[in-house]
C-alpha cells in the first residue's frame, strides 16, 4: 500500500528518475563561477608561497647581518612578502566568503520552494520548526564548508606540506625528529575528527527537534495559557534544549582538545628539535641560520595543522548538515511547485483536459484511503453534480474533510479513482485541476497578510478594490474590513486579528471571487452568527446556480436547502439522494437530523455534525 502522498502509480510524488536529488556543495559553489574560482585559488596559492618562503628570507636576512651585507634588500623583500602574504589572503577570504553567502542563498532558495511543493502530509510530517532549522542552523552549518573547503583546507596543507618539505631540505634528521614527536598529536585528532561527524549529526538532529517542538507549542499557545500548562510544556522544550546542549558539550570537549594537543605535539617537538639541533651545531652538520630557519618553520607548522584540524571538523558538521538537506531533497514533492524540478511524466506536461458536458463536477469510484494503516475511507462511491449545492453529512471523523482532501489531490487513494468533471483527477495537471476549485478549509486559514492578498491568493491579475469590497459586502464583511487602519491593505494576523467567524467570512469572500467551476467549503458555517449563516446561504445559492458547490455542512438549514445530500459513516458513504427522500430511506439520516434538532437550543438553524464517534 503506498503511502498519502504516494499515487498508486507513481505519480505524480515519486521523483522522475528515482534518484534522491543530493547537495554537491563543491560543484554548486564551482557552478558558473570557475573564473572568480580560479582568480580566488591563484590568490591563496600566492599567500601560501608567501607564508612559505617568508622563514627562507628570514634566515637569508639574519645571514646578511652577520656578514654586513645586503641586508637592506633582504629587510625589504621579507616586508614585501609579508605584506603580500597578508593581502592576498584577505581578498582570498572575502571572495571566498561572498561565494559562500552566494550559495547559502541558494540553497534556501531551494529548501523553502522544495519545501512548500512537498506533499501536505509530508510537509506535516517533517514540520514546519524542522524545516525551518533547514534554512536557517543547517544551511549556516554548509557555510562553513564553503569558507573552509574549497581553498583555506586545501591551502592549509599544501603549506603544510610545502613546510614539511622545505624543513626537510634544511635538515632531514630534524625533519624527521619533528615528525616523530607529532606522529601521536595527530593520531588523538584524526579519532577525535571522526568521532565529531557523529556528535553533529546528532546535534542538528536535536535542534531540529526543539525547533519543531517549539513552534507547535506556539501554534497551541492559546490552549495552553489557557490551561496554564506553561509550566509543563516548558519543562518539556527545556528537556529538548539539554539534549541538544548535552551533544553539542560533548561535541565542545573534542574540539577542545584539537589545539591543546597540536601546541604539546609542538612542543615536544621543540624540545626534540633544540637539543637535536644544538648537537648537531656541535658537531659542525649544521649552521645557525639554517637552524633558526628550521626553528621558523617548526613554529609556522602549528597554524596550518590547527587550521587543517579544525577545518576538518567544521567540514564534518557541514557534511552532516548536507545529509539533512539531501533528506529533504530526496522527498519528492508535487509537480505544482513554483520552479520545480520534478514533474510527473506524462502529467505536469500534458495540456490541461477539458471538462466533459454532463459530466458531475466529482466522481468517487470505489476510493480506499488510509493515512497509516487504518482505513478512513473504505469502498467510497459518490458523485457531486456538476451545478447546484451538494452537502456532505456525518459524524465527526467519518471521513469528509478526507473527501475534500483527495478532491484537492492533497493525497491519492491507495484504491479506486476519483475524476473531476469526467477525467480522473491523477490525468490533470495539478495546476490546472486545483485552479479549477476553490476550498475554505475547515480552520479557514488565513496568511499573516493584507486582506487584499488574502482575498486574491492564487489570482494572476489584480482585482478592482469595487470587486473586493463587494465580495466583502457579500459575506457582510464590508464595514469592518473598512474600518481597520488601512482597509484592504491591512496586515492580518499580528495588531490586527479577526475573529473566528470574521476568518471564516473572508475565506468565503475569496471564494466567492474565485470563478473555479467547483467550490469546496469544509464547515463554512460553524462559526456564523444566524444573520451571517443566513447571508451564507443565500451567497451558496447563488454561486451554486451555475456552479458546483460541495460543503460539509454543519447546520441543518444548509442541507434542507442542498439539492444533493451525501451521507458518511465510518469511512463509508451510506446514504445519498435529495434531503426528503433520505428523510424517508435512510433510518440513519433521519435519526440524525432529529437527535440534532432535539439537541440544540437554535430549531431555526440546529447543528448537524454531532458528538464525536
Ligand atoms: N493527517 C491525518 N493523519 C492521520 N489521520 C488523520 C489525518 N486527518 C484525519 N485523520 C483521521 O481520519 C479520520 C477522518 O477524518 P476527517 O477529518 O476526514 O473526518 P471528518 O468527518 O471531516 O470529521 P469532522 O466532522 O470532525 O471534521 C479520523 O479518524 C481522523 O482521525
Known amino acids: 500500500m503506498s503511502t498519502p502522498d504516494t499515487h498508486p502509480h507513481g505519480t505524480p510524488f515519486t521523483h522522475p528518475d528515482g534518484t534522491p536529488k543530493q547537495l554537491f556543495i563543491l560543484r554548486e559553489i564551482f557552478h558558473g563561477r570557475r573564473l572568480q574560482m580560479a582568480f580566488v585559488l591563484a590568490l591563496a596559492l600566492v599567500a601560501t608561497g608567501a607564508t612559505l618562503i617568508l622563514p627562507w628570507t628570514v634566515g637569508k636576512l639574519l645571514a646578511a647581518i652577520q656578514q654586513n651585507d645586503g641586508f637592506g634588500t633582504w629587510t625589504w623583500l621579507m616586508v614585501a612578502v609579508g605584506l603580500g602574504s597578508a593581502a592576498a589572503n584577505a581578498l582570498a577570504t572575502y571572495l571566498l566568503s561572498r561565494m559562500g553567502h552566494q550559495l547559502v542563498r541558494r540553497l534556501r532558495v531551494r529548501t523553502m520552494r522544495h519545501a512548500l511543493g512537498l506533499g501536505l502530509h509530508t510537509a506535516r510530517r517533517e514540520g514546519a520548526g524542522n524545516l525551518a532549522t533547514r534554512v536557517t542552523a543547517d544551511a549556516a552549518a554548509v557555510k562553513g564548508v564553503v569558507d573552509i573547503g574549497p581553498i583555506q583546507l586545501p591551502m592549509s596543507l599544501v603549506t603544510l606540506v610545502g613546510t614539511l618539505a622545505i624543513m626537510g631540505v634544511l635538515d632531514w634528521v630534524l625533519l624527521l625528529i619533528t615528525l616523530g614527536a607529532f606522529l601521536v598529536a595527530l593520531c588523538v585528532v584524526g579519532v577525535v575528527v571522526v568521532a565529531l561527524r557523529r556528535k553533529y549529526t546528532a546535534i542538528q538532529h536535536e535542534v531540529g527537534a526543539l525547533a519543531q517542538q517549539f513552534v507547535a507549542t506556539l501554534e497551541a499557545l492559546t490552549v495552553i495559557k489557557a490551561h496554564r500548562a506553561e509550566r509543563i510544556v516548558a519543562a518539556e522544550l527545556d528537556t529538548r534544549a539539554d539534549r541538544v546542549a548535552r551533544f553539542s558539550i560533548g561535541a565542545s570537549a573534542m574540539e577542545a582538545l584539537m589545539v591543546p594537543v597540536i601546541n604539546l605535539g609542538q612542543q615536544i617537538a621543540l624540545v626534540a628539535v633544540i637539543l637535536g639541533g644544538g648537537a648537531r651545531i656541535t658537531s659542525g652538520a649544521l649552521d645557525l641560520g639554517t637552524f633558526v630557519s628550521f626553528l621558523l618553520y617548526l613554529f609556522q607548522l602549528t597554524a596550518p595543522l590547527v587550521m587543517a584540524m579544525s577545518g576538518m571538523s567544521t567540514i564534518q558538521a557541514g557534511l552532516a ?40 463536477a466529482v466522481r468517487f469510484e470505489k476510493v480506499h484511503f488510509a493515512y497509516g494503516d487504518e482505513p478512513v475511507l473504505r469502498q467510497v462511491d459518490l458523485t457531486v453534480p456538476a451545478t447546484g449545492l451538494t452537502a456532505m453529512v456525518g459524524l465527526s471523523g467519518s471521513g469528509k474533510s478526507t473527501v475534500l482532501g483527495l478532491v484537492e489531490r492533497f493525497m491519492d487513494p491507495q484504491e479506486g479513482h476519483i475524476e473531476l468533471f469526467g477525467h480522473r483527477t491523477d490525468r490533470w495537471p495539478l495546476p490546472e485541476l486545483r485552479g479549477r476549485l476553490a476550498y475554505v478549509d475547515q480552520e479557514s486559514t488565513l496568511l499573516r497578510d493584507t486582506v487584499r492578498t488574502n482575498l486574491t491568493l492564487g489570482q494572476e491579475e489584480p482585482v478592482a478594490d469595487d470587486i473586493l469590497l463587494g465580495a466583502l459586502r457579500d459575506v457582510g464583511l464590508e464595514e469592518e474590513i473598512t474600518r481597520l487602519p488601512d482597509g484592504l491593505d491591512t496586515v492580518l494576523g499580528g495588531a490586527h486579528n479577526l475573529s473566528g467567524g470574521q476568518r471564516q467570512r473572508l475565506a468565503l469572500a475569496r471564494a466567492r471571487l474565485s470563478d473555479a467551476p467547483l467550490i469546496l467549503l469544509d464547515e463554512p458555517s460553524s462559526q456564523l452568527d444566524s444573520l451571517n ?17 460541495l460543503v460539509v455542512a454543519h447546520r441543518i438549514s444548509t442541507v434542507r436547502h442542498a439539492d444533493h445530500v451525501i451521507l458518511m459513516d465510518g469511512g463509508q458513504v451510506t446514504a445519498q439522494g435529495r434531503h426528503d427522500e433520505l428523510m424517508h430511506t435512510s433510518p440513519m439520516y433521519a435519526e440524525l437530523v432529529r437527535g440534532q434538532q432535539l439537541g440544540t437550543s437554535d430549531t431555526t438553524t440546529p447543528a448537524l455534525a454531532g458528538g464525536d464517534r
Open 533 to 549: 449563516e443566513l447571508r451564507l446561504r443565500d451567497l451558496v445559492d447563488e454561486i451554486s446556480q451555475d456552479r458546483a458547490v
Open 321 to 360: 548538515a548536507r545529509k539533512r538537506f539531501d533528506e529533504l531533497f530526496a522527498l519528492p514533492s508535487e509537480p505544482t511547485a513554483p520552479g520545480s524540478e520534478q514533474t510527473s511524466p506524462g502529467e505536469a506536461d500534458a495540456p490541461a483536459p477539458s471538462p466533459i458536458a454532463g459530466a458531475p
